[in-house]
């Protein structure tokens, strides 16, 4: 069975999958680590449970998660070596990883040098393979890292117009995130499409809490919004996007704000909730807007028109555009705002139907009307999914071919063959 881990700053998300990944046995989440309120929710089938405990720290959360897999009643393992091979987020790999990788411990090392760059994920992403490596002994785990993607971004594209000295000595660049999304989400759309993916140029339009367009040429990443940090490109839920950067210099010359305060506002005090003052969720501020106020209003058009100029940047970028996607919360759920966003790129060959966008979500990921030339879908994200696949890939073969003699209550013990 193969187990996929993303640990967030303050959350666990978990899943297991039958080594075919024809199924998902269980998954779970543990939320509000180190905080009050903590929780675990855990899913097996129709079975499982949601208590209240503390759970201090990452660490812990392993322990619970692996508890809930060989619960007495709703387990589904009896003991660790059920699991075949273990897939892990990692937000940052640096510039280092171009895919996904065994863990070892020059991997280790990396992601330790990253820390820097992702100062609230990545040691979290490390706590969690730590644990894993000591509750499943002898069980390969595999990192997936969320800016491998976007490792095939061109110089032009990912170095900033700063001195070159703090691109080649100290890293600053972009980096890129949502990788392992946009990576799903481009081969699931060529799939769709029955159109090969190197012969494709397209925008995927991951529209979430984050929010990350990307410029996907013959399925590599060759631009995308999100930069350095996670606040750049779109506006988000809180996170501001791009804004002319001497305002930070005035926010803390002449406004007397600290750095902390200014880091604050543009990761947190930002983007549909800056503006509207209501809140960070597509659907208030738009039922909101519709209601008639002014600057939930304001939010929702600069969100829209953001995106719209990115997607006519990236089609020029490729000097084309096949197909545009949609995915994630707000890309997969919010018909209003695909139509708004697509509204105005008929010069680009976008047309949708809309009686099909009203219903995208019911099976129907083509959206585009019958005189467009460009495709636009709505295709769901499954980033755990790709996450899995990849832990299947980079598994030895030994370890899938090999009955181990344990019993995973019910389920295959090595891949069928
Ligand atoms: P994600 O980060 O992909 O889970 O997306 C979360 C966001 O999706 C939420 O904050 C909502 O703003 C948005 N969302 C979910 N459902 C809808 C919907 N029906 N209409 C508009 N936005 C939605």
């Not at 996929?4 to 899943?15: A, F, R, V």
């Not at 699991?83 to 863990?103: K, L, M, P």
């Not at 099976?363 to 299947?392: K, W």
């Amino acid at each position: 069975m193969i187990l996929t881990i993303n640990c967030g700053s303050s959350s666990l998300k978990y899943q297991l999958y039958t080594t075919d990944l024809s199924e998902v046995v269980a998954k779970g989440l543990i939320a509000r680590i180190g905080e009050d309120g903590s929780y675990s929710d855990h899913k097996a089938g129709g079975r499982g449970e949601k208590v209240e405990l503390p759970v201090p720290d990452h660490k812990t959360a392993l322990e619970l998660m692996l508890a809930s897999l060989m619960h007495a009643d709703y387990g589904v393992i009896d003991c660790p070596a059920a699991i075949t091979a273990i897939g892990h987020r990692a937000v940052h790999g640096g510039d280092v990883f171009v895919d996904s990788v065994v863990v070892d411990d020059a991997v280790m090392a990396q992601l330790r040098a990253c820390v820097g760059f992702a100062p609230l994920h990545n040691p979290c992403n490390i706590a969690g393979i730590e644990a894993a490596m000591r509750l499943f002994p002898g069980v390969p785990n595999i990192v997936v890292f969320d800016t491998a993607f976007h490792q095939t971004v061109p110089p032009e594209a990912h170095v900033y117009a700063l001195p070159y000295a703090l691109y080649a000595k100290s890293g600053i660049r972009k980096y890129g995130f949502h990788g392992t999304s946009c990576r799903y989400v481009s081969q699931a759309t060529a799939d769709l499409l029955n159109w090969p993916i190197e012969d494709m140029k397209m925008v995927i339009c991951h529209l979430g809490n984050g929010v990350t367009l990307t410029a996907v040429d013959g399925g590599r990443s060759v631009d995308t919004s999100i930069g350095f940090g996670t606040f750049g490109g779109v506006p988000m839920g809180t996170r501001s996007g791009d804004f002319d950067p001497s305002i930070i210099f005035h926010l803390v010359n002449q406004l007397g704000m600290s750095l902390k305060d200014v880091e604050t506002l543009c990761y947190h005090k930002s983007g549909l909730l800056g503006v509207s003052g209501v809140s960070n969720d597509m659907r208030e501020v738009t039922t909101r807007a519709a209601d008639g106020d002014e600057r939930c209003r304001l939010a929702v058009e600069i969100f829209v028109y953001q995106i719209k100029k990115t997607i006519g940047a990236y089609a020029a970028a490729m000097n084309g555009l096949d197909a545009l996607v949609f995915t994630a919360g707000i890309g997969e759920n919010s018909a209003e705002i695909r139509t708004r966003i697509c509204s105005g790129l008929g010069f680009l060959g976008v047309r949708i139907d809309e009686a099909t966008n009203e219903v995208a979500r019911d099976g129907y990921p083509n959206i585009s009307a019958a005189d467009a030339s460009v495709a636009t879908l709505v295709v769901p994200t499954d980033e755990e999914r790709m996450i899995a696949m990849d832990t299947l890939r980079l598994t030895p073969d030994h370890l899938l071919t090999t009955p181990r003699g344990v019993s995973a209550r019910g389920y295959e013990q090595a891949r069928p063959l």
